[in-house]
């Protein structure tokens, strides 16, 4: 089996891997996700550029969740000639479509400014969604050839999977992103115990996370802060699972009378359409909460807080009086209606902006939480007086402990030949593989991009 790294090589971005089997002049190709590279001046370019494959040559392409940067070049893929099957687990489908109809009126402002034609269009997205079919964890899927596949729960957001595919007895498994677990909404990431060859992710590589009392404590205390000062609070959230995460948070606080009651507004059409999948596939979700929602409790709505759909709803917001709190996308500051606010607020002394999730390098939201005096924000320079918080606990990666012990657990049985470390930034991504080599004594290695490497399969 020849293994390809056609993205998330030397950034987080970007996934999209292909496997080659061939047998007795036979043969069956295989990709593993196919997202948008984002954070740089240069990804509308590589995002734009023919893939280094032939798209109509490959038989299935296998998602293991429904971010962005996993998914948002699939249509792309179509348009360009695949015809295969798409095949992912409920929840990540059921997501994908309101985030890549979401995408699309992002791509058609973005080309009609810069004079040039869409990455894909809604035709392309509908003929996706015609080829996409859904799995559940742990049922066995036979592919031809002897190899099989398998979904198994990576707890990372809602229908995120590791997916392990196996022939002659060898297995490969491609984490996608793995859970930050245990997590407030889902299962914990399975483990890995028998696989010969893991792709894995390695966004938090390098360091770790706060501890997660730790991360409740302090979004209560910057709550706390913000009614007392009569204060706003914007937080620039991912639609996908940040915004449900907090908002069962705050459901918390509220109905355990831990906080006075104060405006909340979701900003977001795309988080209050996948608000709306998480309840629909709740299912899907851990014990704990499942037994909350069947108790009768409504865990991501309380009282005062308002969904925005419309715009004139959004811009509304400003008549509420502070304090009052500001959910909205996107989670990076670099597009969404998240960046308004922060036009009109950034430079206001009594705003307070609460990064709660990773910031890609060159993202507005990175700018800012590097604690840049000055940005750019719809073309006009903005001195930033607003105070910058961050909390890291709340993301839904592993961080670099977490990383290890997982690599840790997949080597006890002493079959796991290699570890291809992926999907972070470089300097994350080789801390990672030399905190693997010297700690667990397994072979590691970070590929480069368009690297095609053989496997014994």
Not at 138 to 156: A, Q, Y
Not at 167 to 172: F, L, T, V, Y
Not at 220 to 243: G, H, V, Y
């Amino acid at each position: 089996m020849q293994l390809n790294f056609f993205g998330g090589t030397g950034s987080v971005t970007g996934a999209n891997f292909l496997m080659n089997f061939e047998e007795n002049e036979k043969k069956i190709s295989i990709v593993v996700d196919c997202g948008l590279v984002q954070g740089s001046e240069e990804t509308e370019r590589i995002n734009r550029d023919p893939f280094p494959y032939d798209p109509s040559s490959v038989d299935f392409l296998f998602v293991t969740h429904a971010h962005i940067d996993h998914i948002g070049r699939i249509p792309k893929l179509v348009k360009d000639g695949f015809k295969g099957r798409i095949i992912s687990t409920l929840p990540t489908r059921d997501i994908a479509e309101p985030l890549l109809e979401d995408m699309l009126g992002i791509m058609d402002l973005e080309s009609r400014k810069e004079g040039v034609l869409s990455l894909y269009d809604k035709k392309d997205v509908e003929k996706t969604f015609s080829l996409w079919e859904t799995l559940s964890y742990r049922t066995p899927l036979e592919l031809g050839m002897g190899i099989n596949v398998l979904f198994k729960d990576s707890g990372h957001i809602l229908g995120s999977a590791m997916i392990e595919f196996s022939k002659n007895g060898q297995k490969i498994v491609f984490t996608g992103d793995l859970g930050n677990s245990p997590s407030l909404l889902l299962n914990d990431t399975e483990d890995i115990t028998d696989a010969n060859y893991i792709v894995m992710e390695s966004v938090y590589g390098d360091r770790n996370h706060e501890p997660k009392d730790e991360r409740r404590r302090k979004l209560k205390q910057i709550i706390e802060d913000t009614i007392k000062n009569k204060s706003l609070l914007i937080i620039p959230a991912f639609s996908l699972e940040r915004t449900q995460v907090i908002l069962y948070e705050m459901n918390e606080f509220f109905e355990q009378n831990n906080l006075s009651q104060i405006p909340v507004f979701i900003d977001s059409p795309l988080a209050t359409k996948i608000t709306k999948v998480y309840e629909k596939d709740s299912s899907y979700l851990n014990e704990t909460v499942r037994e909350q929602i069947l108790g009768g409790d409504n865990v991501f709505k309380f009282p005062r807080l308002k969904f925005t759909i419309r715009p004139d709803e959004s811009e509304r917001i400003d008549m509420t009086p502070n304090p009052k709190i500001i959910i909205a996308g996107s989670g990076m500051s670099n597009g969404g209606r998240v960046v308004n606010h922060e036009r009109d607020h950034i430079s206001d002394p009594n705003a307070v902006i609460l990064f709660v999730g990773y910031q890609s390098v060159g993202s507005l939201g990175r700018q800012i939480q590097d604690g840049a005096k000055e940005v750019t924000i719809h073309g006009q320079k903005m001195r930033v007086k607003a105070k910058v918080e961050s909390i890291e606990g709340y993301s839904s990666h592993k961080d670099s402990d977490g990383l290890l012990s997982f690599v840790e657990k997949a080597s006890e049985s002493g079959v796991l030949k290699k570890v291809f470390v992926v999907m972070g930034e470089l300097k994350s991504s080789l801390f990672l593989v030399q905190k693997i080599k010297d700690n667990l004594d397994v072979d590691a290695y970070h590929p480069e991009y368009e690297e095609k490497i053989d496997l014994d399969f």
